[in-house]
């Protein structure tokens, strides 16, 4: 919906993995699903052990123990992964991605609602799946916001409440890299839902596509909205404030925006993270102070 400012991401949210983590291998993967991407021996010193400016020879030497002694984690010399995530170190080409598309009552999480939810899956660079349906906000949709999405009171009446509407979402979302257009303000709401509904929140990878834009096609389109971006992507299906199209046509545009990152070589999830997000190496945890924003 338009091209908003890219908002900030609240750092207030809880941290999953940060309670209880007693162990140095604990404290090491809480950093990393903070930073949400391998990190470095001199941040696994800083902060997972306490020791800002530690030599890097020791940082080096800490982390290839820590790492030895923790099958969860994997050293390559230069950082640290977490071995069951470490997909952040793939070929673009190979990762699996959801994309997600939101319809919602109004701008802020809690005093509005998601009134339809629609989704993708990208594997191989094509589409291979799909997942859309309505939502019942419970309460009424404004009017003017019926004549921007077309959805009425009377389609949603019936349809699933988010209490049965995210799980299915959750369900299809699986662990797949996360990525939305204007991405803070989709993962705000639907985190604020999942939270709500005492379900943690998504921790797994995410890009945002406005954001890939901008960074990469400076100069080339004269705006980063979906639908400029979907005319430059030549997708075959139209942005329409309906959820399904505008996941899809994000799919389009975040194929051909890798195809631009892959020239001449094996991009890596890691790498494409740090451009197509608002603040890098952070996962799916945008706030609800970040949709109120977007």
């Known amino acids: 919906m338009g091209d908003p400012a890219p908002p900030m991401i609240p750092s207030a949210l809880p941290t999953p993995g940060s309670e209880g983590a007693h162990t140095a291998g604990d404290r090491v993967r809480a950093l990393i ?3 949400g991407r391998p990190v470095t021996a001199g941040e696994v010193a800083a902060g997972a052990l306490g020791l800002a400016g530690c030599p890097d020879p020791v940082a080096r030497r800490l982390a290839g123990d820590i790492a030895a002694g923790d099958a969860r984690l994997a050293w390559d010399g230069e950082r640290i992964a977490d071995a069951c995530g470490a997909r952040e170190l793939a070929p ?6 959801c994309i997600v598309d939101i319809e919602t009552t109004g701008g802020a999480p809690g005093s509005s609602g998601i009134t ?3 989704a993708v899956r990208v594997e191989g660079m094509c589409i291979t799946e799909r997942f859309s349906t309505l939502v019942d906000p419970e309460h009424p949709i404004p009017s003017h916001i019926t004549g921007i999405t077309g959805i009425n009171d009377a389609m949603v009446a019936g349809q699933p409440v988010i209490e049965v509407a995210l799980p299915a979402f959750i369900a299809f979302a699986r662990e797949d890299v996360l990525v939305a257009h204007n991405a803070p303000f989709d993962l705000g709401f639907l985190n ?12 797994q990878p995410w890009l945002d596509t406005l954001v890939l834009s901008r960074r990469l096609l400076a100069g080339v389109v004269p705006r980063h909205d979906l639908a400029t971006l979907a ?8 942005p329409s404030h309906r959820a399904l199209d505008d996941a899809e046509a994000t799919a389009h545009v975040l194929i051909a925006l890798i195809g631009l990152l892959t020239v001449g070589a094996g991009t890596t999830l890691d790498a494409a993270m740090h451009l197509g997000q608002h603040g890098a190496g952070q996962r799916a945890r945008g706030g609800a102070e970040a949709a109120a924003a977007a």
Do not use: P, Q
């Open 92 to 97: 673009l080409a190979t990762t699996c991605f």
């Open 231 to 238: 005319h430059w992507a030549r997708a075959s299906v139209r």
């Open 33 to 35: 699903t903070r930073e």
């Open 116 to 118: 339809e939810i629609g």
């Open 192 to 203: 604020y839902e999942r939270l709500r509904l005492r379900d943690g929140y998504f921790t």
